[in-house]
């Protein structure tokens, strides 16, 4: 029989709006403008690690269609085109990513800060995860540690100049992994970050790991301090990230060798061939404004605040258990 009750119970609905509210209050109180932008795109995103769903229209039979893995390139368009503080709160889509920790379809809080530079916007991330988790005054300050620290201090190692294979001894990597990864220096990394660092974070309160190698930047810009890293960061509880901001690169040019290079690298490892979002680099041509973003999934926050380990108590519904 096909189970049709949700998967949770009203107290978690009652604790989710609540979280909710408390984050538009934030935002309020700062001046960020509540923004809605559209799911459906004609472009789907380039980073080889998330995968979009696919869409099939009547409107338009033989295009494909894209529903978004998260508002940025919309929300850039508007920053672009003269809006102030902006952020949105809506339901994006990733396909592949399901467990007691993920959904295909989940909750986002993302915004945007103009002028904001790396320290400004990781404190603006600290208070807003503060209110939504009703933190009380005084309680654990995060720990900040840079990327290269944390990797010295939780595993042993240099990750800028460690090798290939000292990084895949300290990840007791057996054949199948080693030839899986094979010299893929930032899967190795990312490997350990998940494993090995995040796993020995502290529990009773945030950290945060800054200063991502450039090789990861994604859309952030490279740190005028230090071309070698990027002004990205992450802000994890115990082993689970919970945002991940950017001082926002704007340079199109540079933006448009980065998707050319992911979608390199999708074609290299065999996944669909998407298609560039013109909309978004003729954006940043006219030009993005100096700003930094970031990104919170609101249902990795509940499960924080309500203390459960499973998406399925957070959600009113978990994919695909009517058919259970």
């Not at 672009?80 to 986002?108: K, L, N, W």
């Not at 990312?190 to 660092?197: C, I, N, R, S």
């Not at 810009?221 to 001082?247: H, I, K, Q, S, T």
């Amino acid at each position: 029989m096909s189970r049709w009750r949700a998967s949770s119970p009203v107290s978690a609905a009652i604790s989710r709006a609540a979280l909710k509210q408390r984050a538009r209050d934030y935002f309020a109180a700062a001046g960020v403008l509540e923004v809605d932008t559209p799911a459906l795109s004609v472009a789907a995103g380039s980073d080889p690690n998330i995968e979009s769903l696919v869409v099939r229209a009547e409107l338009s039979p033989n295009r494909r269609l894209f529903l978004h893995t998260s508002p940025e390139f919309c929300m850039k368009r508007l920053l672009a085109d003269g809006y102030p503080d902006i952020y949105s709160i809506c339901r994006v889509f990733r396909d592949g990513e399901a467990g007691h920790r993920h959904q295909p379809e989940f909750t986002m809080i993302e915004w945007y800060r103009r002028g904001f530079g790396m320290q400004a916007i990781i404190d603006d991330t600290l208070a807003l995860l503060a209110a939504a988790l009703q933190q009380p005054e005084g309680s654990r300050p995060a720990d900040q540690l840079e990327y290269a620290q944390a990797f010295r201090q939780y595993a042993d190692l240099d990750p800028e100049h460690a090798s290939i294979d000292e990084l895949a001894t300290r990840a007791a990597a057996d054949t199948d992994l080693r030839q899986t990864l094979g010299g893929d220096r930032d899967a190795w990394l990312d490997l350990l970050l998940a494993t090995v660092v995040a796993a020995q974070f502290a529990t009773d309160r945030l950290t945060v790991v800054r200063h991502y190698p450039a090789s990861q930047a994604a859309l952030a810009r490279r740190c005028p301090a230090n071309e070698r890293v990027a002004d990205r960061f992450e802000v994890f509880m115990g082993e689970v990230e919970l945002a991940n901001g950017y001082v926002e690169l704007t340079d199109a040019a540079e933006q448009a060798r980065r998707i050319d290079d992911e979608l390199q690298k999708r074609a290299k490892a065999g996944k669909r061939a998407n298609s560039v979002d013109n909309a978004f680099l003729a954006a940043l041509r006219e030009g993005l404004p100096e700003c930094a973003g970031v990104a919170v999934g609101l249902e990795r926050l509940q499960m924080l605040r309500d203390n459960t380990d499973n998406i399925g108590d957070v959600v009113t519904f978990v994919f695909g258990q009517e058919n259970d």
